[in-house]
Nanobody
Framework: QVQLVESGGGLVQPGGSLRLSCTAS????????MGWYRQAPGKQRELVAT???????NYADSVKGRFTISRDNAKNTVYLQMNSLKPEDTAVYYC???????????????WGQGTQVIVSS
C-alpha cells in the first residue's frame, strides 16, 4: 500500500511563511510527479503547484512569486514553501502523486489526507 503524509500546516499571520512537506511511502516502483492542491471552505479543490509533463512547473496565478515547490527524489518528498501568506491562502492543502506501485502495470493518482493552513491575525 502507498501512503502520502503531509505535515507543516498551522496558523500563521498574514505576511508570514510556512513550509509544507509530503512524503510518499510504501510499495513504490516509481513516482512520475508530485504536486500540491488546496481546498478552501465552500470551494472546489484547486491546483496550487504541480510539474507538467514537459518539466515546467505550473503555479496557480494567485500564488505565483510567493510559493515554490521542490522535490527530494531520494526521500520521495515534495515541499511547498509558502511566503507572504494572505488570508485567502487559508485552506486544506493536499499532496498529490502520480506513481506506480510495485507489481502494478499502470500509474495511478494518490492523495494525502490534507494539512490545514490558516492565515489570520
Amino acid at each position: 500500500q502507498v501512503q502520502l503524509v503531509e505535515s507543516g500546516g498551522g496558523l500563521v499571520q498574514p505576511g508570514g511563511s510556512l513550509r509544507l512537506s509530503c512524503t510518499a511511502s510504501g510499495s513504490i516502483f516509481n513516482i512520475r510527479k508530485m504536486g500540491w492542491y488546496r481546498q478552501a471552505p465552500g470551494k472546489q479543490r484547486e491546483l496550487v503547484a504541480t510539474p507538467s509533463s514537459d518539466g515546467i512547473t505550473n503555479y496557480a496565478d494567485s500564488v505565483k512569486g510567493r510559493f515554490t515547490i521542490s522535490r527530494d527524489n531520494a526521500k520521495n518528498t515534495v515541499y511547498l514553501q509558502m511566503n507572504s501568506l494572505k488570508p485567502e491562502d487559508t485552506a486544506v492543502y493536499y499532496c498529490n502523486a502520480n506513481l506506480m506501485e510495485l507489481g502494478a502495470i499502470k500509474y495511478r493518482e494518490y492523495w494525502g489526507q490534507g494539512t490545514q493552513v490558516i492565515v489570520s491575525s
